[in-house]
């Protein structure tokens, strides 16, 4: 078992992958002593040399030498011989050796038997102590990207034993951050499921529907996530997360193709340049959906559960309104509308004129050889070429989108002037400091052959190549020649292209055959789920290990489903990556969760998820603001901010405080059953026994009403009684009066505090305000949009009674009454606090996804933020209007008057547009 297990370890650590299986190994700043390499972390870089065996005596410091010579651990002693023979060269000197297939490895030892086994010992001691030993023992269990995959289980007796091996040479405990990792709890299915919808298709799920998916089972809440993925919020979805890693939107701002696609597509010509001047509309349009078109391609993939790998072996393209035409398909789809559809637009010159432009008529129209994306003018414009760079940064970005290898990343380069001073002959073809890199990516370049600088199919005369116009006129140009005799033949993976004429196509064919495709498939989707890449050196060491093997089970699974994406996505969503939520030391499971899990919404997500909850979209966030707010164009800004920093959280306080207004006005404009949100409250609701009374008058006689309200004798309390005409139905505006004759208000100990001819009284008292009609010597009359206000002050707590004597002009007359108190209590336990509580929950809910019950902390602190801002308002002078100050609301009124639609007599939605924006602008709002 000793023997077996050191061997795996050895396997893992030196197992004989090809050069671009290389582990991804994490920065100096996550594993100490580890370089920004991608190969296992050393301290010294010179001990990869391919001159001597890695870390002999003269390349390893003598002190470093000494001491892997010295170990004499007694748990190793003995166990020496057994490595050397059945492992080092059993299973590793083959290929771990200066001119091994693994050279490129900074392990590395010589071959033989009991010769070289101080030798080799040596190596592998100073190896150990000169690396982090828990990154070796990650790879031992399949992480960082090893070629090898898992070859040892963590808990098993193997590993064990390897753990006590390499603490016998290092010194150091490690069991601790490997066994016993960072224990975690699972989400509710319901909180998985509100945040995949808000991600998939832009919506929070109702919350019935969150209810009926909480007690639900893995099975059952897959099958729910699987179904979020269809229309056009997961169209959406797809196109987004596509364009992150392709950036061929790009093209809206660079405008590149508008020149190319003027000299080589006569439809588009005909129709751009009109009397010698450019129509530019016509132009945006175009380039719209050209930059549209390789992301509209994989969500007809997508969409149509197509297998995954059709997104590089597609015979076609997509077109829309505009390309139809230039692209000639006799097609006609609408404006917005993409279809399958086979490019036969393109001109290529008859003449010895590159360009055919020059003259339509000697041109003839040429094929395009589909290759999904790998063809989109969008996609070859964003990763153009030159006469010297030949393709080289279309392969490059190939081997990374879709076979997840980053060649500058993972390769090592020499910069030793030895090698430097072989650069005398065409170096990419023959110094060896170069072909490590150059081997793999000029082949690939090749298959580009037939696409020029911005993408353009066989540009040059005569429509046979798209080669450089001077190499042609060099001595190595052969005639029929389509690419350059000084670079490595069109090839991948070792395999010939011979096609001149659709060799992006058969690359393609390769490409999905690699099984490296299915692995890059997940990394490509990963950041469109969890909001970073899969593997970055900022994320600590011991993730690698636990995200390898994620990457291996997704990607095993992914080709088992027939590539298909929509099962990928699933597997994501349900992973631990997305579901874990917080540490706990009872769980047994042993991943590491410190990313993934709940992130920060870009500003389509953040603006998609104030629409769903709000029904108000913010369009200036994914526009003029998202790239303030960790956004990109494309273009200038490429890649996502993903932590919030001070002018991001700037953003974010501008969308909620520009649109919080706009929110709380709609709300409250509409009857209670039709809001979004607050279906519990009205625009008079308080935390307190506030409540609001219509009277509609069936006679015109005097009558006595009276109304009573319980309230507590807190400090500066007050009742207020806000009286408002809501009649406007006479010609004859005396017809339209509410009259009030007589005001009465009565303590809880059946005191009388006012009492009195009302016209007297709002004369003469200052309890009484308002804005009446009428003359002075009249009864006090409301007409609609008047008011009359009475805030009797409290001195002890009970019931008080407002007895009014009042009657109306005409039957019919609309009066209402709110009674509220003006101090409130964010605690109180009426039927009415409790009431509001409820609501105050319930928006919680909603906005944060988080459940609370109404008398917790949570939705105290709110209730009490109504309350502070609601008292602030009143400091202020009490402006009963929501739009207080000559605030900017957004609200469209469709001509209404502020002072109508903004109105706001009981200072309630000015405070709920506060909460609105505090709930905006916290963690749970931002992060989803």
């Not at 809001?675 to 069936?698: K, M």
């Amino acid at each position: 078992m000793k023997i077996l297990g050191l061997a795996i370890l050895l396997v893992v650590l030196v197992g004989c992958g090809s050069p671009n299986e290389q582990p991804e190994v994490p920065q100096a700043s996550t594993i100490p002593k580890a370089p920004a390499a991608s190969t296992a972390p050393s301290s010294n870089s010179a001990a990869s040399s391919k001159s001597s065996a890695a870390f002999s005596s003269s390349e390893s410091s003598e002190s470093t030498v000494n001491s892997a010579e010295a170990i004499s651990s007694s748990s190793i002693i003995g166990m020496e011989s057994t490595i050397h023979q059945d492992v080092i060269q059993a299973a590793c000197a083959a290929c771990h050796n200066p001119l091994g297939v693994a050279s490129n490895q900074s392990l590395l030892f010589a071959i033989g038997d009991n010769n070289v086994e101080q030798e080799n010992l040596t190596i592998f001691n100073a190896f150990a102590l000169n690396t982090d030993a828990r990154w070796l023992l990650e790879v031992a269990a399949g992480g960082h990207n090893h070629g090898g995959g898992q070859q040892l289980v963590e808990g098993s007796e193997s590993f064990a034993m390897v753990v006590e091996y390499l603490e016998g040479i290092t010194g150091e405990d490690l069991s601790e951050g490997i066994a016993n990792q960072k224990k975690y709890t699972i989400e509710s299915p319901a909180t998985t499921y509100r945040r995949a919808s808000l991600l998939l298709t832009g919506e929070i799920p109702e919350e019935n529907m969150l209810i009926a998916i909480d007690g639900s089972d893995e099975a059952t809440l897959r099958t729910a996530i699987l179904e979020l993925m269809h229309g056009d919020g997961f169209k959406a979805f797809l196109k987004r997360g596509a364009n992150d890693q392709l950036l061929v939107r790009s093209l809206l701002e660079s405008k590149n193709l508008r020149a190319d696609f003027q000299y080589y597509y006569p439809i588009f010509r005909e129709s751009y340049i009109v009397d010698n001047t450019t129509n530019l509309n016509y132009l945006d349009r175009v380039l719209f959906e050209l930059a549209e078109a390789p992301l509209e391609l994989i969500a007809h993939v997508v969409l149509n559960d197509r297998p995954y790998s059709e997104i590089l072996t597609a015979s076609y393209t997509m077109v829309s309104e505009q390309t139809a035409r230039i692209y000639k398909t006799e097609l006609s789809p609408q404006s917005g509308e993409f279809l399958p559809a086979i490019n036969f637009g393109q001109h290529v010159s008859e003449s010895d004129k590159r360009h055919p432009f020059w003259d339509w008529d000697v041109s003839r129209a040429v094929t395009i050889p589909h290759a999904g994306v790998l063809t989109e003018p969008s996609f070859l414009q964003q990763y153009p070429t030159t006469a010297t760079n030949r393709n080289r940064a279309r392969a490059h970005w190939v081997y990374k989108h879709f076979l997840g290898f980053d060649i500058e990343s993972a390769m090592t380069r020499t910069i030793s002037n030895t090698a430097l001073l072989d650069d005398t002959e065409n170096p990419t073809l023959n110094n060896i400091a170069c072909t490590r890199c150059h081997s793999l990516i000029d082949p690939m370049a090749g298959a580009f052959q037939n696409f020029s600088e911005r993408g353009m199919y066989k540009a040059n005369a005569g429509g046979i190549d798209s080669l450089d116009e001077e190499y042609k006129t060099s001595p190595l140009y052969a005639a029929g020649d389509t690419w350059y005799a000084d670079m490595l033949p069109p090839a991948f993976n070792g395999i010939a292209i011979a096609s001149k004429n659709a060799s992006v196509q058969a690359l393609a064919k390769l490409l999905v055959e690699d099984p490296r495709f299915n692995s890059a498939a997940v990394k490509f989707w990963w950041p469109a789920i969890f909001g970073e890449p899969m593997f970055s050196g900022a994320q600590p060491s011991s993730q690698y290990s636990e995200k390898s093997k994620t990457l291996s089970s997704l990607a095993n699974t992914f080709g088992a489903s027939q590539q298909n994406l929509r099962q990928l996505l699933a597997d994501m969503i349900m992973s631990d990556w997305f579901r874990a939520q917080a540490v706990e030391p009872a769980n047994t499971t042993s991943l590491v969760v410190s990313s993934g899990g709940r992130r920060l919404l870009t500003p389509e997500e953040l603006a998609n998820k104030t629409a769903s909850l709000t029904g108000v979209y913010d369009d200036h966030l994914v526009n003029e603001m998202a790239v303030l707010y960790g956004g990109i164009d494309s273009f200038n800004t490429t890649e996502r901010l993903r932590n919030l920093n001070a002018m991001m959280l700037r953003a974010a306080e501008r969308h909620a405080l520009t649109n919080a207004c706009n929110i709380i006005v709609s709300e409250f404009s509409s009857a209670a059953p039709s809001r979004h949100l607050f279906n519990l409250v009205e625009p008079y609701s308080t935390p307190s026994a506030a409540y609001t009374q219509d009277i509609i008058f069936s006679e015109i006689e005097k009558q006595s009403v009276d109304f009573s309200i319980t309230v507590q004798a807190l400090p500066e309390q007050r009742i207020s009684y806000v009286m408002t005409s809501l009649t406007d139905v006479f010609e004859d505006n005396n017809l339209n009066n509410t009259e009030i004759y007589n005001i009465t208000v009565i303590d809880p100990n059946g005191a009388v505090v006012l009492d009195g001819d009302a016209r007297l009284l709002y004369r003469e008292h200052d309890w009484v305000t308002g804005e009446p009609a009428g003359a002075w010597n009249a009864p006090i009359k409301l007409r609609n949009g008047f008011e009359v206000s009475i805030e009797v002050p409290v001195s002890i707590s009970g019931t008080y009674v407002l007895r009014l004597s009042l009657a109306a002009a005409a039957i019919g007359n609309h009066l209402n009454i709110t009674v509220s108190p003006q101090q409130l209590q964010a605690s109180a336990s009426d039927a009415a606090s409790t009431h509001f509580r409820l609501q105050m929950a319930k928006l919680i809910e909603r906005m944060h996804g988080k459940r609370y019950e109404q008398n917790s902390p949570a939705v105290l602190a709110y209730t009490q933020l109504f309350i502070d801002l609601r008292n602030n308002r009143l400091l202020r002078g009490g402006e009963k209007n929501i739009v207080e100050g000559g605030l900017r609301c957004g609200y469209s009124s469709g001509g209404v008057p502020t002072r109508i639609w903004g109105a706001d007599p009981f200072l309630n939605l000015g405070a709920w547009r506060g909460v609105m924006v505090s709930l905006m602008t916290d963690f749970n709002y931002l992060y989803e």
